[in-house]
């Protein structure tokens, strides 16, 4: 694998790895140009966008649409794997084992696992950290390990630059695709958390990734984790601030971060004869203008419960709004959620904890942002040369 580490992150459609080890063990010792009949015979009928196919029953496609040996080797990779792997989706593991050579066609063209392949069937532990290493999943656990928490858009402006100097993609499409995939790797393997659209790198997934680090921290981690560790911090802050502020001056906040957040015709209401809410606002929705309310609990250390959401639904006609939000400190029951999701019923929005801190830090509502200049060599702005675009393998090549 040494000779091929000249460009990183080669895989567009990046498995994870039980999907991989998965398909390996049934596809070993069938012939490599079934598995590639497989793919095409699969590909040719994709559909259009006009007449789109459903590949989400594999129980029902497989009969329906292959025949013979397609058909028998489709039912194998579903069943063997416990209806884990769906046969629509094996063309990244396909360009995965072959671009490793985890698996090689014999004189006859059978596949046998390579020495390299039953390492990793194995999980042995270097053959993994250099799969990694090449594939930028260690690059990425670095990037995380300086952010408390980071949605992909964060994480994407770091990766892009990886990309454009360990590999031939881009594009940024090609930069999304390849960043979201590799999470999806990294959180089924437990290195990083995921809640809604923001993750998170877990103890083992920061363990890991120091494991990669040279001997001796560079300047630049050790600013970037000292920076992370103070935002960490001042968060936490905010959170106690927030939590002993008088109960007017919350709702006054709330009514400022609405305002950041583009509502217009923010009110906070009286203390009586408002049915429970504290804040009335309107936003445009495209040529719809719509009103909405807002309920403030900051219930710092217990749970919002369903009773509350069916008073702030039912006050939606008093304030003629057609929506409505609840806010707290703390974190919302089930019933609460289950409440406000109701089929039929006005919908209720949902803000707990730690969403209503990433609101205040994205627009500056109680936090300051002082500006922090990092320098950094360019390398590609002295190149004269440019690398030519990799472009993604056509499956009828195969």
Do not use: C
Request: neutral net charge; proline residues 5%; aromatic residues 6%.
């Amino acid at each position: 694998m040494s000779e091929q580490k000249k460009y990183k992150v080669r895989i567009p459609l990046f498995p994870t790895y039980s999907t991989v080890q998965s398909v390996m063990n049934t596809i070993n010792g069938v012939p490599k140009q079934s598995v590639t009949r497989l793919i095409q015979n699969i590909w040719a009928q994709t559909g259009t966008p006009q007449k789109p196919v459903d590949w989400s029953e594999p129980d029902k496609w497989i009969p329906e649409r292959l025949t013979d040996e397609d058909a028998l080797l489709a039912r194998r990779i579903w069943e063997e794997s416990r209806h884990e792997v769906n046969p629509r989706h094996i063309y990244g593991v396909y360009l995965f084992i072959n671009n490793y050579e985890l698996l090689i066609p014999d004189n006859e063209g059978v596949y046998r696992l390579s020495k390299l392949g039953k390492s990793f069937l194995n999980k042995d532990e270097k053959v993994i950290r250099e799969l990694d290493d090449t594939e930028g999943l260690l690059k990425l656990l670095n990037i995380l390990a300086t952010k408390t928490q980071a949605m992909r858009a964060d994480l994407l402006p770091e990766w892009s630059e990886f990309l454009l100097e360990h590999s031939k993609f881009s594009t940024q499409s090609t930069f999304k695709d390849t960043l979201r995939r590799r999470l999806v790797n990294l959180a089924e393997r437990g290195y990083i958390s995921r809640e809604g659209n923001r993750y998170t790198i877990t103890k083992e997934g920061l363990r890991y990734a120091e494991q990669s680090l040279p001997s001796g921290e560079s300047p630049k981690r050790k600013v970037l984790r000292a920076l992370n560790q103070h935002n960490a911090g001042q968060r936490e802050a905010l959170r106690d601030l927030l939590n002993i502020m008088p109960p007017e001056h919350f709702e006054h906040l709330i009514g400022e971060l609405m305002e950041a957040m583009g509502y217009e015709d923010v009110t906070v209401t009286k203390e009586s004869g408002d049915k429970g809410v504290d804040v009335v606002a309107t936003v445009q929705f495209g040529i719809t203008t719509v009103r909405e309310v807002v309920q403030v609990k900051r219930h710092g250390k217990s749970s919002v419960r369903r009773p509350i959401i069916d008073q702030l639904r039912g006050s939606l006609p008093y304030h003629q709004a057609i929506r409505g939000t609840l806010i707290t400190l703390g974190k919302i029951s089930k019933g609460a959620t289950e409440a406000a999701l109701f089929p039929g019923a006005a919908p209720i929005t949902l803000i707990d904890g730690d969403k209503l801190l990433d609101l205040l830090i994205e627009h500056g509502i109680g936090i300051k942002k002082r500006p922090v200049e990092l320098w950094e060599v360019d390398p590609s702005a002295l190149e004269k040369e440019l690398e030519p675009e990799v472009q993604e393998a056509d499956v009828a090549g195969l």
